[in-house]
């Protein structure tokens, strides 16, 4: 894919932390950027940061976890852009830390209908919107988690969901070999984000302990993703690991 050809980008979760620093990461490299999240005035903050890209910058209230929301997010998307060529599936919530059988229906649903249900949702609407324009196709990165691949205790929810993102993304990369749609996944550890923070103050091991973990710059994350969306679109990274090198992960517990 051309520079000229990927430069309209829909990032979800764009009003803080990830979402919003690769958002503004593509705005500076020549992308249209818009800016999706549930909360407007974070939206509105984040593209106030923008300074010169501000007009390569929308920002559109959207809940993913409704798909009337998000086919409105995208429809608004190609009505004032015309086309979508990079989705960024980022939205995600994690529940309390709480023991298995302690989770509530409520804990549960919320975190599976963002995380994982709007996803799904964002996908959808981006392949029916890829699939027909012209040219076809379009790349879909999704932000997983290493929880992927080793739990955390007491995060069964969230576990769960991306677990979840894992079988969307390949499902995703099948399906979209017909339509020029490229899928991968990058799986990140300990992001220095505000939800990301409380790693570093010590968090529960799986074996009992209390343990501070070191964490990981957000522009290594705008970089993976950068480079990614740089690709053409016979060519895919369909998984990737970001982490600090010395972060429990590898043997966990």
Known sequence: MTSQQTNVAVITGAGTGIGKAVALG????????????????SLQQAVSEAGDHGPNATAIQTDVSNPDSVASLFRATVDRHGRVDVLLNNAGVVEPAVNL??????QWRSV???NLTGAFFCTREAFRVMKSQNPRGGRIINIGSISAHSPRPNQTAYTASKHGITG????????????DIACGQIDIGNAAT????????GVPQANGQIAVEPLLQVSHIVNAVLYIASLP???????????????PFLGRG
Do not use: W
């Open 112 to 114: 599976i209908d963002v």
């Open 101 to 106: 059988e302690d989770l509530s229906d409520e």
């Open 194 to 201: 505000e939800l990301g923070a409380r790693v570093s103050k």
């Open 233 to 247: 679109l016979d060519a895919n990274v369909q998984f990737l690991a970001l982490m600090p090198s010395k972060m």
């Open 26 to 41: 593509l705005l500076s490299n020549g992308y249209r950027v818009v800016f999706a999240g549930i909360y407007l005035d």
């Open 168 to 179: 969307l993304t390949k499902s995703t990369s099948l399906e979209g070999r017909k339509y």
